[in-house]
């Protein structure tokens, strides 16, 4: 884990190119203006599940964003893999409940997006396909930052409301959270 700092915004995730897109989401919304705002906790690849890195520092940093008062955001990116939205949901829960720790309430900054099977599905979708969440083949994108133009789209999705029918269910969860966190 990265040195802790006060930041406004705290993403904890699977990969980089989770890290990629979070970044370029947070700042082309215009919640993040400065790198300084930021902190990233990113799973150490070839050390362990990625998810399991996921799980365990979600539930330090939602602990952690309760007890300051600096006012800080905890986003969330892991693949729903086999399991999808709810599962992912309810195995953070979980790992919350191991550590002794409260789950996420409507209270806590903190939003999740879990794309399913994993982000690639989102970036098809993106791309104007049809996607079919249960299917993990969707092609990696060359370089991580190569997101730019998907996190284009999403934006303007975003701020226009819609998503372009039929979403994944899991981005569509996605939006929900954004909104939330927006509320």
């Given at each position: 884990m990265t040195a802790r700092r006060r930041v406004q915004y705290v993403v904890v995730c699977e990969d980089r190119q989770h890290e990629t897109f979070a970044r370029?989401?947070?700042?082309?919304?215009?919640l993040v203006t400065d790198r300084s705002q930021l902190r990233v906790e990113?799973?150490?690849g070839g050390r362990g599940a990625a998810?399991?890195?996921?799980?365990?520092?979600?539930?330090t940093e939602l602990e952690a964003g309760r007890?300051?008062?600096?006012a800080t955001t905890l986003l969330v990116l892991t693949?729903?893999?086999?399991?999808?939205?709810n599962g992912r949901l309810r195995r953070l829960d979980e790992a919350c409940q191991r550590q002794g720790v409260a789950t996420r309430s409507p209270e806590d900054r903190a939003?999740?997006?879990?794309?399913?099977?994993?982000?690639?599905?989102w970036f098809a979708y993106l791309d104007d396909e049809t996607v079919d969440e249960s299917r993990k083949d969707y092609p990696r994108l060359p370089k991580p930052r190569d997101?730019?133009?998907?996190?284009?789209?999403?934006?303007?999705?975003?701020?226009?409301?819609?998503?372009r029918p039929p979403a994944p269910r899991s981005l569509r969860a996605a939006c929900r959270e954004y909104d939330a966190l927006l509320g």
């Open positions: 370029r989401f947070l700042k082309a919304t215009g990113r799973s150490p998810d399991r890195f996921v799980q365990e520092t979600y539930v007890r300051t008062h600096v693949d729903g893999n086999a399991v999808g939205v939003t999740v997006f879990v794309p399913t099977w994993n982000i690639e599905t997101c730019r133009r998907h996190v284009g789209v999403l934006v303007e999705m975003c701020r226009s409301g819609e998503l």
